[in-house]
């Protein structure tokens, strides 16, 4: 089983100084790969740069020009959450890059499955702007890019980030050939993402929610997993399975409440690569979007190898959370089957 690591000491580059996103998350992430021995059981897949024309796929030239001579200035805010250094564009074209050698590798059947440890992260970025630490919307692009360069008709995104990825479903709310599936907390950090927003016009439908209550944890959403993503992402058939990873629905990430553990984050995965090997010959690519803890992180990030390398044994050092609530949880997943046709 031939898993890729898209990683390059530019990400590095991308200097927040003490912001929650910072390169702490992949040197750490990187070395606990190194140290387990899966590292060496991995294809590295060097980045490239995104070219012009890729980003703006999904970006404006405008707003990506503006990026780039930010950085010339030496950096600054772009948004109250997101900051740049001088390296930070150069970085982000490597992200995004990072994602389309992962597309390549995956597609055309050298690799089954592949995760960029990239920052920054993407799917908050819009179209002109930038929002909640992501600037480029890596995976966004990857889908247009893998839509274009490879004929496909259908990508399914599935983002399990405990925020909204409001930039990707910007991205593709009116486009069929994308569907969109997001678990996240609500009401919380972007404010998007209620179950009522399903996609527009030819888009109608490829948009899926399903909002998360604060305090919930595993086994909602390995539910939401097993009896929503499993029937849509069946109905939709798709031809590639690009996933949006982000661990701060970990119980011990503080950004956000929810109370999921390491061993869901891989018992979700071993479902996306069920999904992948029955519907899309495996293939199946990660991106790292959010995930402040960094023991999180890097157990996180372990855990997904080892499920993609078919290692049969997770490692779990945090452990489940202590407290579990589910209160609300069985109306609410019977309104959002309702919404999307799941018996
Ligand atoms: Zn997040």
């Not at 486009?175 to 888009?203: A, I, N, R």
């Not at 011990?252 to 690569?273: G, T, Y």
């Not at 999180?296 to 407290?323: M, R, T």
């Amino acid at each position: 089983m031939k898993a890729g690591l898209v990683y390059d000491p530019i990400y590095l580059e991308h200097d927040t100084g003490d912001h929650v996103e910072n390169s702490r998350r992949l040197v750490t992430a990187v070395s606990s790969l190194k140290e387990a021995g899966i590292k060496e059981k991995l294809t590295c897949l060097p980045p490239r740069p995104a070219l012009l024309e890729e980003l703006e796929m999904i970006h404006a030239p405008e707003y990506i020009s503006y990026v780039k001579s930010k950085a010339e200035k030496g950096g600054g805010w772009l948004d109250p959450d997101t900051v740049m250094s001088p390296k930070s564009y150069e970085a982000a074209l490597y992200a995004a890059g990072g994602l389309l050698v992962a597309v390549g590798e995956v597609v055309k059947g050298g690799m089954n499955s592949a995760f960029a440890l990239v920052r920054p992260p993407g799917h908050h970025a819009l179209h002109d702007r930038a929002m909640g630490f992501c600037i480029f919307n890596n995976m966004a692009i990857a889908a247009k890019f893998a839509l274009s360069k490879f004929s496909l008709n259908r990508i399914l995104i599935a983002d399990f980030d405990v925020h909204h990825g409001n930039g990707t479903q910007d991205a593709f709310y009116a486009d069929p050939k994308v569907l969109y599936f997001s678990t996240h907390q609500y009401p919380f950090y972007p404010g998007t993402g209620w179950m009522d927003e399903t996609g527009t016009g030819e888009g109608e439908g490829t948009t899926v929610n399903f909002p998360m209550a604060a305090g919930w944890g595993d086994e909602e959403y390995l539910r939401a997993f097993n009896e929503v993503l499993v029937p849509v992402a069946r109905r939709f058939q798709p031809q590639l399975i690009l996933v949006s990873a982000g661990f701060d629905a970990h119980w011990a990430d503080h950004l956000a409440m929810m109370r999921v553990s390491v061993k869901a984050f891989a018992q979700m995965v071993m479902i996306l690569k069920n999904l992948a090997a029955e519907l899309c010959q495996g293939r199946l690519i990660f991106t790292l979007e959010g995930g402040y803890n960094l023991r999180v992180v890097s157990s996180s990030i372990k855990a997904i190898f080892d499920v993609l390398l078919g290692n049969s044994e997770i490692d779990d050092p945090l452990g489940e959370a202590e407290v579990k609530k589910a209160e609300g949880f069985d109306g609410h997943i019977r309104k959002i089957k309702e919404i999307h046709h799941i018996r």
